[in-house]
């Protein structure tokens, strides 16, 4: 789908949730949540492509998988952590979406946290060979 059609489909989305939200506030929340499933769906038919072309450096540089995956793993909790406060904005409701932005910020630092500290011991055994 190109980025015209995406950008069509999101503002027929809110219009209509502009429109519902007037007489019936839930249907429009419930309008726009449905709407950013789609594109957002949409967005991630193309996920295989980036996946393989950042395969495909990863083996020209001698990058493990595990990086790769820790790479994705980041990447997925920052934009699903994004999408739900999004949607808790939406609902009016920002101290919740506050939170969960904080609970995404805490995943990421626990799952960054082994390669960081393999860096760190990385780190120490070249200064204690110097």
Known sequence: MTVFKLAGLALVALCGAVLLRAYKPEMGLQLSIAACFVLLSYALTDIAAIRQAV???????????????????????????????????????????????????????????PALLAVLELLRSLLEGI
């Open 55 to 113: 395969e495909g450096v990863t083996g020209r540089f001698g990058l493990g998988v595990e990086q790769l995956k820790l790479v994705f793993k980041v990447l997925g909790i920052a934009y699903v952590a994004q999408f739900a406060a999004e949607a808790c904005r939406d609902a009016g409701e920002s101290a919740i979406a506050s939170k969960v932005e904080l609970a995404g910020r805490v995943m990421i630092v626990a799952a960054a946290l």
